[in-house]
C-alpha cells in the first residue's frame, strides 16, 4: 500500500506527499525537502520519513531546534509511525494516509456518487460496515455551501476525525482521515478510500449553497415524506403512552441530530433500548432545567405575605405580585433556553455541558433575530393546537395527539439546524466555539 503525509491542521494545512521508496525531508529548506513548511518553529531540515521493506513508515528527527512530536511526545530516536498517529512539527500536524489513487473500477462495481454519505451497519447506508458494534446509522457526511461536515449519529460515540472524537456536525477538510470504531477510512476532498486504497463512497461535487435562512419548508414537508409519515404517526402514538413516551423523547434527540447535519428526515425507529435511555436523558435534562423556577413558584404561592386582591393586575401593587411576576420571567427564559440545551445534548452526550445556561444563551445570541422566530412560530403553532382543543374537545383532542407530535419533529429539525449552523462557529462575544 502506498502512503502519503497530511498536514490536518498548521499554517501549511492541506499539503500533503506520496511516500514512496525514497526518504521525504521535512523542513524549511525548498532546496532540499520534498514537504516544504512555511512554519518558522520548524528547522531547516527537521525530519524525515521512510520505508522499510515491509512497507512500514518510520519517522527520524533531525536534531531539529524545536523537536519533533510524535502523538505528544518528543522522539528521540527513529518511531514506527501509523495511520491512526499524530506527527507535530512546530504547529503543524500530521498524519498518513493512503495515497489518492484513482482505482479502475467496473461500471457496476463503482460506488454512487450521491449528495451525502450515511455510514453504518444498516444495508439502506451508502457505506455500510457489517460490524455489530456500529450503529445503523453510525455517522453522515454532508456537504453544504461547499463545505463538507461529519456528522456523529451514534449515541454511543465512535466516530473520530483525525483523532478527535466529534460530539457535533464537524467539518470535514480534504485530506482527512475518518475512523468508525475499528473501521478507517481516508476522505480525499470527495470520495472516501478504504485503508487498501479502494474507493467505498463518493461525493457529488456541487450543492446548493445555503443562505443561511430557517429551512421552514423543509422541516415543515419532512413528516410527509415516504415512509416518514408512518415514523410521525408512530411517534404520536408511543408519546402519549406513559414511561413508553421516553422512546419519543429519544426519538427527538434523533431529529435534532438530523437538523445539526441539515438532512431533514425522520430516521427510522430502532435501537429501542437506546432510544429509552436516551429520552430518560432528556427528560432528566429538562427537570434539571424546570425545577428551580418551579421550586421558586411553590414557596411564593405558599410563604408569600397574601394580597388582599382578586385580580392579577392588582397582585402588582403587593410584593406577592411581584414575587409571582419574577417566577414568570423565569420560567420564560428557561423555556427560551431549553430548546438549545436539548439540541446541545444531541450534539455531544453530555448533560454537564447542555446545563450551562451561560453557554446555550451565548449560543443564541450569534443569531438571536432567527431564533426568536423560530420561537415565535412555535409558540404561535403550540396556541392554535391549545385553542382547537379547547373549542373541539373530542376532535380537538386526537387532532391534539398527532399535531403535537408533528410540532415536535418540526421544531426539533429546525432548532437542530440552528444549532448546527451556530454550535460550531467561534462566538462574537468570547471568541470560542460553544458544539
Not at 476532498?189 to 485503508?195: H, I, K, M, T, V
Not at 418551579?294 to 404561592?301: E, P, R, S
Amino acid at each position: 500500500m502506498v502512503y502519503q503525509i497530511i498536514i490536518l491542521e498548521g499554517p501549511d494545512k492541506g499539503k500533503n506527499i506520496p511516500i514512496t521508496g525514497n526518504a521525504v525531508l521535512i523542513g524549511r529548506d525548498s532546496t532540499r525537502c520534498q514537504m516544504v513548511l512555511s512554519d518558522d518553529e520548524a528547522s531547516r531540515q527537521h525530519a524525515r520519513l521512510t520505508t522499510d521493506a515491509s512497507g512500514n513508515i518510520w519517522v527520524e528527527d533531525l536534531g531539529s531546534s524545536n523537536g519533533t512530536l510524535l502523538n505528544g511526545q518528543s522522539i528521540k530516536e527513529v518511531k514506527q509511525i501509523r495511520m491512526e498517529d499524530r506527527l507535530q512539527i512546530g504547529e503543524n500536524i500530521m498524519a498518513l494516509g493512503p495515497a489518492v489513487q484513482s482505482p479502475v473500477v467496473s461500471a457496476a462495481a463503482a460506488p454512487k456518487v450521491t449528495g451525502s454519505i450515511s455510514i453504518g451497519r444498516n444495508p439502506s447506508n451508502d457505506l455500510i460496515i457489517n460490524d455489530p458494534k456500529v450503529s445503523r446509522e453510525h455517522a453522515r457526511i454532508d456537504v453544504h455551501s461547499g463545505t463538507y461536515y461529519l456528522t456523529n449519529l451514534s449515541s454511543g460515540g465512535g466516530t473520530f476525525l483525525n483523532g478527535q472524537e466529534i460530539t457535533a456536525p464537524t467539518i470535514l477538510p480534504s485530506a482527512s482521515y475518518i475512523q468508525i470504531l475499528d473501521h478507517s477510512y481516508f476522505f480525499d476532498g470527495s470520495r472516501l478510500l478504504n485503508q487498501q486504497g479502494e474507493q467505498v463512497a463518493a461525493l457529488s461535487p456541487a450543492m446548493p449553497v445555503e443562505d443561511g435562512k430557517v429551512s421552514y419548508s423543509k422541516a415543515f414537508s419532512a413528516p410527509f415524506s415516504g415512509s416518514a409519515l408512518f415514523r410521525w404517526l408512530l411517534g404520536s402514538i408511543l408519546a402519549v403512552i406513559p414511561i413508553i413516551g421516553f422512546l419519543a423523547n429519544g426519538y427527538r434527540c434523533k431529529l435534532l441530530k438530523s437538523g445539526q447535519s441539515r438532512s431533514f428526515q425522520l430516521p427510522a425507529w430502532s435501537e429501542w433500548k437506546e432510544l429509552f435511555v436516551t429520552g430518560t436523558k432528556f427528560f432528566l435534562l429538562r427537570v434539571i432545567y424546570y425545577a428551580l423556577p418551579l421550586i421558586y413558584f411553590l414557596l411564593v404561592l405558599f410563604f408569600a405575605p397574601p394580597a388582599p386582591t382578586e385580580t392579577w393586575l392588582g397582585l402588582l401593587g403587593y410584593l406577592r405580585g411581584w414575587l409571582l411576576l419574577f417566577g414568570l420571567i423565569a420560567l420564560f427564559i428557561t423555556w427560551c433556553i431549553v430548546p438549545m440545551a436539548l439540541a446541545n445534548f444531541a450534539a455531544t452526550g453530555s448533560i454537564e455541558s447542555s446545563v450551562r445556561a451561560r453557554s446555550m444563551v451565548q449560543l443564541i445570541r450569534k443569531n438571536q433575530n432567527q431564533y426568536i422566530s423560530l420561537l415565535l412560530t412555535f409558540a404561535g403553532l403550540w396556541l392554535t393546537m391549545g385553542l382547537i382543543i379547547a373549542l373541539f374537545p373530542y376532535v380537538g383532542i386526537v387532532l391534539g395527539i398527532f399535531s403535537a407530535f408533528y410540532l415536535y419533529s418540526v421544531s426539533s429539525l429546525l432548532f437542530g439546524e440552528f444549532y448546527g449552523r451556530n454550535g460550531n462557529q467561534p462566538d462574537n462575544h468570547t471568541g470560542r466555539c460553544l458544539g
